[in-house]
Every structure is written in C-alpha cells, then in structure tokens.
T-cell receptor, first 111, second 115 residues
Framework: SQQGEEDPQALSIQEGENATMNCSYKTSINNLQWYRQNSGRGLVHLILIRSNEREKHSGRLRVTLDTSKKSSSLLITASRAADTASYFC???????????FGAGTRLFVKA | NAGVTQTPKFQVLKTGQSMTLQCAQDMNHNSMYWYRQDPGMGLRLIYYSASEGTTDKGEVPNGYNVSRLNKREFSLRLESAAPSQTSVYFCASTKLAGANTGELFFGEGSRLTVL
C-alpha cells in the first residue's frame, strides 16, 4: 500500500488564488518531498522538508510538516495557469532507502 | 548534461513476451529506482538499488527483475509480460540514500502496452 495519501484528489481554482494540498503518511519518516508532474512528463522535485523541520519556503511554495499528525501541506500562493499539473508527496523511511509516493492531487488553474 | 535517460520511450508487447527497459544517469548518483505509474495510483516502487552492486524489492516487485549493471545503469526486465503490466515506467536516481536522501531525478518515462 502507498505511504502517502494526498487530499484533495483534484482541485480547480482561478488564477491568482492560493492552492492548498495535504498529504498524510503512515510510518516514521526521514524526510518528506513534494514533486510536480506535467501531463505526459516525468516528475520534477519541488521541495524537501526533513523530519526535524516544521516549515519551509521556496518562492511561491510553502510546505509544513506535522510529524505528530503524520501530515504535510503544500501551499502554492498566487497560482498561475502554468501551475496546472499533478502534485505528489513522497516520503523516505527512516532507513532512507525507499522513497514512496502518494496518489497525487491534480491541480487545474483557470486563467 | 542529459540527466536520466530511459529507453525505449514506447513499446507494445504481446502477452508472454519479454523485454528490458534501460535506464542510465550521468550525474554520478549512487541510488537508482524503478517506479510504475497507473492512472489514479500515483507511483509505486518496483525495485531500487541503494548503491552499485545492491538491489532490493520495493512495493510491487512480482513479475520483474532488475540489474544494476554499473553505477550509471539500472535495467528493468519483464520475463513474461502480462496485460496487468501495462503502465508507464519511470526510472529515477539520487546522489545519496540513507539518512541524507535527497531529491530524486526522473526520466521522461517508458510507456508499455501489453496486449
């Protein structure tokens, strides 16, 4: 079974709005990562947050991690049509060798 | 700098045929991975290689074999293809695994159809 589960499965917003995606996982982790996938392409790494961090920023991206609740959120501020893609969370276990992905959130940003 | 290169990009097989998906990275990464992606299922880990000379099973290894040929190359073999193996296959690599696992770099995928 997959480690991470994203919520919602799909999200449709207007350009300029913020988009929030959530990820829950089941076991102890070393770090949690977020990836983006444009249709028909490979995944591209967005941001990594380690288990001892609570919040991280990168440009318009803000990621939070709550290890007590085994959950993370990805916030994309001031969204653009070009942000339309699928977003996946991935967790690396405490051994660090396996990186497991969730089912993803499909984001559609309307211009 | 090509990154992670997968071949072939597209393949159609008949049930029972065998084939090998090739993956090569030119970033001097230690760890390599094979995932499959089915609609609505996200990516599922098939096999991984933490370092040259080692391979381990992931979430869905049945029906597959792998070879870490050298530090650059990690191949995935389907010995007797089944329609359930119709999927998009992604190879990925990362510099370090273990406590310092970082971002994965992905290839563009290999789209396999088994009739």
């Amino acid at each position: 079974s997959q480690q991470g589960e994203e919520d919602p499965q799909a999200l449709s917003i207007q350009e300029g709005e913020n988009a929030t995606m959530n990820c829950s996982y089941k076991t102890s982790i070393n770090n949690l990562q977020w990836y983006r996938q444009n249709s028909g392409r490979g995944l591209v790494h967005l941001i990594l947050i380690r288990s001892n961090e609570r919040e991280k920023h990168s440009g318009r991206l803000r990621v939070t991690l709550d290890t007590s609740k085994k959950s993370s959120s990805l916030l994309i501020t001031a969204s653009r049509a070009a942000d339309t893609a699928s977003y996946f969370c991935a967790t690396s276990d405490t051994g660090g060798f396996k990186t497991i992905f969730g089912a993803g959130t499909r984001l559609f940003v309307k211009a | 700098n090509a990154g992670v290169t997968q071949t072939p990009k597209f393949q159609v097989l008949k049930t029972g045929q065998s084939m090998t998906l090739q993956c090569a990275q030119d970033m001097n990464h230690n760890s390599m991975y094979w995932y499959r992606q089915d609609p609505g299922m996200g990516l599922r880990l098939i096999y991984y290689s933490a370092s040259e000379g080692t391979t381990d099973k992931g979430e869905v290894p049945n029906g597959y074999n792998v070879s870490r040929l050298n530090k650059r190359e990690f191949s995935l073999r389907l010995e007797s293809a089944a329609p359930s193996q119709t999927s998009v296959y992604f190879c990925a690599s990362t510099k370090l695994a273990g406590a310092n696992t970082g971002e994965l770099f992905f290839g563009e995928g290999s789209r396999l159809t088994v009739l």
